[in-house]
């Protein structure tokens, strides 16, 4: 089979890793990919948010199956492009990403299916928003409506901080994606990711996972991508997870099909969990980043197969083989990330690490210039371990980003903290 996947993040580093265990794979291209990527398959460079490119490229290549990893392809409408082309595609249509694009839409399937979540509503003018947000009293959280790059969201502890929000979200902080916004109620609890591949019809869990927004140690500072994760996540217990797929994702599921538009791909649902019960927090259209990166180190080369029977609407069929086992990523990124950083300094240190079944540096941001390994991105490594508990694939994690020499980089010394 071959095989492309489109993305360059530490994600479909992760994701070109699993699949090429799969002795089905014959060729694996990724587009853009990075440095990482680059010494496992090949890397490719063309526009994957334009449908055209991406289906010349895909023909050109002789290509049998296309994995989308980031969201801005699903929401260009690649998938549909691709689809409407002839190729299998892995990774919802655009009507049905709008899951992840439109935090309204969510709340709306969420409201027919009856699905646990928080109270909201859904505003266009500023001064209705505000009213509404006075009234309410905090604590509050206020969301752009579109796509924010994960940054559309302000969870507001005092009131002044939510009408601020209001007025920077109208005020174009986010341009199109704050021309509506969504004031939810503030849900307490503890978070956790449940991932499950969904065919249209079918649903099928693959595993549960937690990472650490926040930039600081203790959980603190500004929001990022993600500085860290593990799976699987103490927190989402077996009971949990049961609450979760028949009171959340099947029902909303069920909902998108009714209304025409059946989802396939992952979804990832980003719980809180209070008293033995969850409740959504919001839907995302494709693996988390790094939480893709915890899972398929647990999952390995039947990934492949996974990926395919939710592609080809066979899930019903579908067996995931579990292992009882623990992960956990490590992010390092630049000096000064989520703000301002510089690109370009020399990361040493990376050939001596182990590169086995439990230990794998997966690349972000990264580019490879005479011969060094150089950072070009905020995020830049996820140095990522597996182990029989969660304290050893951590021992393993954090042996290995004290091998890698990179001043310029920075990484968190707790991920993990919550569950060992
Ligand atoms: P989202 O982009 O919707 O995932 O929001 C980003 C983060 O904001 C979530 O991961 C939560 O930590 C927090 N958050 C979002 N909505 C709520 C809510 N209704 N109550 C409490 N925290 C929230
Ligand atoms: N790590 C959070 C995300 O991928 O959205």
């Known amino acids: 089979m071959n095989i492309l996947i489109l993305g360059g993040g530490g994600r479909e580093h992760a994701l070109a890793w699993a699949v090429m265990q799969n002795p089905k794979c014959d060729k694996l291209i990724v587009a853009p990919g990075n440095a990482g990527i680059a010494q496992i398959a090949t890397c490719a ?8 490119e991406v289906i010349t490229f895909a023909e050109s290549e002789a290509i049998d199956f296309v994995i989308i990893g980031p969201e801005a392809p699903l929401a260009a409408g690649v998938s549909d492009d691709l689809r409407a082309a002839g190729f299998l595609v892995f990774g919802p249509s ?21 699905a646990p979540t928080a109270a909201y509503a859904h505003f266009t003018d500023a001064a209705e928003a505000k009213a509404y947000i006075t009234a309410q009293g905090a604590p509050i959280v206020v969301k752009a409506d579109g ?7 302000v969870v507001a502890m005092a009131l002044q901080d939510a009408l601020d929000a209001v007025d920077d979200m109208f005020g174009g902080a986010f341009g199109g994606a704050g021309a509506e916004v969504v004031i939810e109620e503030f849900m307490d609890g503890e978070e956790a990711s449940f991932f499950v591949l969904c065919d249209g019809e079918n649903v099928l869990p693959i595993g549960t996972a937690q990472d650490h927004k926040r930039v ?12 860290g994760a593990y799976s699987p996540a103490p927190v989402l217990t077996d009971n949990i997870a049961t609450q979760a797929l028949e009171q959340i994702v099947k029902p909303c599921m069920a909902e998108m099909a009714r209304r025409g538009s059946p989802y396939q791909g992952v979804l990832y649902a980003g719980l809180m969990i209070k008293d033995g019960a969850p409740r959504l927090v919001e839907y995302n259209a494709r693996f988390g980043d790094p939480e893709c990166q915890v899972l398929m180190m647990r999952l390995g080369g039947q990934i492949l197969d996974l990926l395919q029977a939710s592609a080809e609407a066979r899930l019903d069929k579908a067996q995931v083989n579990w292992a009882d086992d623990h992960a956990i990523t490590v992010v390092m990124a630049a000096n000064g990330y989520p703000g301002a950083y510089e690109k370009g300094s020399v990361i040493k240190g990376l050939d001596a690490l182990a590169d086995d079944s439990h230990n794998v540096t997966f690349h972000a941001g990264t580019a490879e210039k005479s011969g060094d390994i150089i950072a070009t991105g905020g995020r830049v490594l996820n140095v990522t371990a597996r182990g029989a508990s969660l304290v050893e694939a951590h021992k393993r994690a954090y042996d290995m980003v004290d091998t890698i020499e990179w001043p310029e980089g920075f990484f968190r010394r707790d991920i993990g903290w919550r569950a060992l």
């Open 94 to 114: 655009k009507a049905a990403a709008q899951l992840e694009a439109s935090k309204a839409f969510t709340k709306e399937i969420c409201m027919a299916a009856n």
């Open 216 to 227: 600081g140690e203790g959980d603190t500072g500004p929001n990022t991508g993600g500085m």
């Open 45 to 52: 460079s063309f526009n994957i948010e334009n449908s055209a």
């Open 147 to 153: 796509l924010a790059a994960g940054k559309g969201v």
